[in-house]
């Protein structure tokens, strides 16, 4: 009888070896137009005795155009954290597994042509957005707070690159112990993201599952409405389970079983009938609540989070 290959259970997190050579960094950055100012406090009508107490912003351009910007920016945001895991290392940085950059590049190149439209869009309006400004900020609106027309298309920007954090191999011919300081920093940072990566994806499951089940609860909304379960609570849950195989550069073992679990408990079974076989409703949701319990104990046990400091 052949020898059966049983995976290696991970213990608490990948050591980061694993993740440097399973993924590749990305920066995506945003520029935009800021869209609000802080009213002077000696315009502000207060009772409260310390003004210095008190904030005011207004908003510059009341514009669908500028909406339009930020809706590409966080749609290809969130398009970035359902195939991407965080890089605590770099704010703006994630890390994408090597298996899915084309994917992402091609996706990358698609929002940016949408971002390029809605900006060039919101520069042909922009003379008229001034002017309504005026008319609605009235003695509040100051033209020193709006770039020139001229000027404002350089104000948006969307770049993407993917990159490398190793250590710089020059790095060691200047000083050894300064080269071998900055791999153990490396080697650090690589461990944080594996950290970060794993609890990222148990959390990700756990909000699917849990949101899955409360689809197919019985009991009333607060509002006294039946809960209904929406296709896109369906779909989301689908495609983080297709996907997950490639997300998994870090070795969850326990993560895998939950989501073989979870594959298995709605494989196979409609939206419709999801929606109007009772007993189905009552199975699914039973298993996606043993799968969210499992899931908290589960992130209960990981280290600390990492979090970049404020500046």
Not at 37 to 51: A, F
Not at 77 to 93: E, K, Q
Not at 260 to 269: N, V, Y
Request: charge should be positive; charged fraction near 30%; aromatic fraction near 6%.
């Amino acid at each position: 009888m052949a020898a059966v290959a049983v995976m290696p259970r991970v213990a608490e997190v990948d050591e980061g070896a694993n993740l440097a050579q399973r993924t590749i960094p990305l920066v995506v950055t945003f520029k935009e137009f800021g869209n609000t100012r802080k009213i002077p406090t000696s315009h502000v009508q207060t009772k409260v005795v310390d003004k210095t107490l008190v904030k005011v912003h207004k908003m510059l351009l009341d514009s669908k155009a500028m909406l339009a910007i930020r809706s590409v920016k966080w749609e290809a945001g969130g398009y970035l954290d359902s195939v991407c895991l965080p890089f605590p290392g770099l704010r703006g940085a994630r890390l994408a597994p090597k298996v899915l950059v084309a994917d992402i590049t091609a996706e990358l190149d698609t929002y940016h042509a949408a971002w390029e439209a809605a900006v060039e869009a919101f520069v042909a309006a922009y003379p008229g957005l001034l002017e309504k400004a005026e008319r609605q900020l009235g003695p509040e609106f100051n033209r020193l707070d709006y770039p020139k027309p001229k000027n404002v298309r350089s104000k948006f920007a969307f770049e993407y690159q993917f990159t490398n954090f190793g250590v710089p191999g020059e790095l060691k011919e200047i000083s050894k112990e300064i080269f071998k300081n900055e791999q153990k920093k490396t080697a650090r940072v690589m461990r944080d993201a594996a950290t970060e990566g794993m609890v990222v994806l148990r959390e990700t499951l756990a909000e699917l599952v849990t949101r899955m089940a409360d689809s197919l609860s019985d009991e009333p909304t607060p509002s006294g409405k039946r809960r209904g379960l929406h296709k896109t609570t369906v779909e989301k849950l689908n495609t983080f389970l297709e996907n997950f195989s490639k997300l998994n550069v870090v070795n969850d073992y326990d993560l895998a079983k939950e989501v073989e679990r979870a594959r298995k408990l709605i494989s196979g079974k409609s939206i419709e009938a999801l929606k109007t076989t009772d007993g189905l409703r009552v199975e699914v949701r039973t298993g996606m609540e043993k799968i969210g319990a499992k899931l908290e104990s589960l992130i209960a046990t990981m280290p600390g989070r990492v979090f970049l400091e404020e500046d």
